[in-house]
């Protein structure tokens, strides 16, 4: 079973008469017995028959601090910030210490809602993190070679979105009944979820050698124009998800 020991430490705090709440924790966390893909531990002329041929168990490091700003929900104007600064690692046995696959060091929310009237509310989220690691290999290596050296060097590009509310409230001796149009990343935002390397193979997209590294340089070149990231085959979509819903509250 995978393991964690973690502490933590937080406090909060009210500012302003109790109209802005400040909180904060920090924690530390020693994970083992984790298990990995250790593609690495495998050499290009090694057959791989089952899953557990690359799979290893790993250790790791999490740690990082969370602070939440909220606004009273009273007032007219309500909503929060919250902000998490965050590392995550593991240790492998072959090429040490690396970012975790889901190591996120930036992510930030924030919340915003006016109250224009009794009937009618508007609000909005903000969505902001820096993309997860991913391995790029460096030059003519190979992907083996990458996994091993330099594991999770390089990162996929930050997201960014926005999303919109506005909800018609009806109201009744006995009941509520409320009316709500939410769009969902209205910015249209693209979110890459996976690169791959792009000419790492070192093909020619024919099934021939390319000549000469530099025939692989232009083509990363290439790539990292049309992707935004070097040697990567980006991965993801754009999507704008509106919606509509009804609710009733006694």
């Not at 250790?38 to 028959?49: C, G, P, T, V």
């Not at 309500?78 to 190591?103: C, K």
């Not at 391995?135 to 190979?142: D, F, Y």
């Amino acid at each position: 079973l995978q393991r964690n020991v973690q502490g933590s430490f937080g406090y909060e705090l009210d500012l302003f008469d109790r109209r802005l709440r400040l909180q904060q924790e920090t924690y530390l966390g020693r994970l083992s017995n984790l298990q990995d893909y250790e593609l690495a531990a495998a050499s290009e002329e090694e057959e791989l028959d089952e899953l557990e041929d690359v799979i290893t168990q790993v250790t790791g490091w999490a740690y990082g601090l969370e602070t939440l700003l909220k606004l009273d929900p009273r007032l007219r104007t309500f909503g929060w910030i919250a902000y998490t600064l965050s590392r995550s690692t593991r240790d492998f046995q072959v090429g040490g210490s690396a970012p975790s696959n889901w190591d996120q060091r930036h992510i930030l929310n924030l919340v915003l809602g006016y109250k224009i009237s009794q009937k009618w509310y508007f609000s909005g989220r903000m969505h902001y993190h820096t993309g997860r690691p991913w391995t790029a290999p460096v030059g003519n290596q190979t992907e083996v070679d990458a996994l091993r050296d330099n594991r999770n060097n390089a990162r996929l590009p930050p997201f960014f979105q926005l999303d919109l509310r506005i909800e018609r409230i009806w109201r009744w001796p006995d009941w509520q009944l409320h009316a709500v149009l939410d769009v969902a990343n209205a910015t249209y935002s693209n979110e890459v979820f996976l690169c791959t390397p792009s000419a790492a193979d070192g093909s020619d997209g024919g099934g021939g050698e390319l000549p000469s590294l530099l025939r692989q340089g232009q083509l990363m070149t290439r790539a990292a124009q049309a992707n935004g990231i070097a040697g990567c085959t980006a991965q993801g979509f754009r999507y704008v998800i509106p919606s509509v819903g009804l609710r009733a509250r006694w």
